[in-house]
């Protein structure tokens, strides 16, 4: 069950990325303006924050069927991704995206969910190899920009088309597990029995400060590498930030699947907090290999790439948990909420800083985030010390 629904999730979440990586060339094509770029990113975290908002108020993810959501996000999505391509403007891929982001709020919280069921002891491993399948699907769409050059039809063809054939095979093959309810009755009350676990709410908290940093990482990880290797000399720097973004985010479904590992034998929140202070620490390092040598920053992209999203599923793990059995589908859908709302300040704020001081120093930004997360996973974990026999 959670091979398939892991495939599922890399397929779907191919989706995510399928415009950002071919930004200059939407850019070019519809005519949007360079102040609007970063929209077709955000604009897929502003549905996937109004999606999630909608799911977790109705909670649709503990009184629907996971796998049903899982399914309907997906076809959805694909349809959304693929209709850009007859998009009559700027504004219409934009809003384009946005639907595509509210789609996927139906993939990505209820696939947790469906994987928790499955497991209890060894939860943290489980949704580690789920994020990890995740992952590995957002960084897909810039292998194919690589692959594809200038024609952005075919990888957001061929993303739309992976994307449906992951939720057909989620409802055909997979089943509910036993550790999760799999559907309950609608409780407006549930947000509130989720927030009053200090367990549920550290969790939380940690999974805003790894959010402050992650998807603006992803988001422009690919015009960064771009710029440093335009300042070391590099020719075709575009085509070889594209391959430096694919490295940087596919090398975290390796960093997901060890943390995960590691987690379930030395605590999630310990876990959590030494990913957190290692992908700040990254963060910082750019500032050194900004235009050094192609292989330093190849290097430091990888390491940043591992270490800024292993912590990812332990948050969710955290929450399952610690809320309420009856809720976790809402708990979990209601942390990516708030966690996916954060995301849009720092995508947006990242290239205006750049603008101003440069693309060596503008990651500083992203530093204070993990290592606020990692001071709420050090509370938790005491707690949960404290509160072992």
Not at 310 to 321: G, I, K, M, N, P
Request: glycine share 10%; aromatic share 10%.
């Amino acid at each position: 069950m959670l091979g398939v629904v892991s495939l599922a999730q890399f397929l779907g979440m191919t989706l995510w990325f399928s415009a950002t990586a071919v930004t200059p060339l939407l850019v070019r094509e519809f005519d949007i303006p360079a102040g609007q770029a970063a929209w077709l990113t955000m604009a897929v975290q502003a549905g996937f924050v109004a999606g999630t908002l909608i799911s977790a108020l109705g909670n649709l993810a503990d009184i629907l069927n996971a796998r049903t959501l899982m399914c309907i996000g997906a076809l959805a999505g694909a349809a959304a991704n693929a209709a850009v391509i007859v998009a009559p403007g700027a504004m219409s891929v934009i809003a384009l995206r946005f639907v595509t982001g509210a789609a996927l709020a139906l993939v990505y919280p209820p696939g947790m969910k469906i994987a928790a069921g499955w497991f209890r002891d060894r939860r943290g491993f489980a949704l580690g190899l789920l994020i990890g399948a995740l992952t590995l699907g957002k960084a897909f769409p810039h292998l194919l920009t690589a692959l594809f050059g200038d024609n952005w039809h075919r990888p957001m063809l061929l993303s739309s088309g992976l994307a449906a054939l992951g939720g057909m095979l989620v409802l055909a093959v997979v089943r509910d597990g036993p550790y999760v309810a799999a559907t309950a009755r609608f409780d407006p009350h549930a947000i509130r029995k989720i927030l009053a676990s200090r367990g549920a709410r550290l969790a939380t908290f940690g999974y805003l400060g790894h959010m402050w940093e992650l998807y603006a990482m992803w988001t422009w990880i690919a015009v960064f590498a771009a710029a440093s290797f335009t300042a070391s000399g590099l020719p075709n720097a575009s085509a070889a930030g594209s391959v430096a973004a694919f490295l940087a985010i596919g090398s975290g479904a390796a960093g997901c699947g060890m943390a995960g590992y590691l987690a379930d034998r030395l605590g999630k929140a310990r876990i959590a907090m030494w990913a957190m202070i290692a992908s700040a620490a990254c963060a910082a390092l750019t500032v050194a290999v900004f235009g050094a040598a192609p292989f330093w920053l190849y290097g430091l992209v990888m390491v940043w790439g591992f270490a800024v999203v292993a912590d990812s599923a332990q948050f969710s793990a955290l929450v399952s948990e610690h809320a309420p059995r009856e809720h976790i589908g809402t708990a979990l859908t209601l942390q990516t909420c708030v966690g996916f709302l954060l995301t849009m300040v720092t995508i947006e704020l990242l290239p205006r800083l750049a603008g101003t001081v440069g693309w060596q120093w503008a990651s500083l930004l992203l530093v204070p985030g993990p290592l606020l997360g990692a001071w709420a996973m050090a509370r938790l974990a005491r707690a949960r010390r404290e509160d072992t026999p």
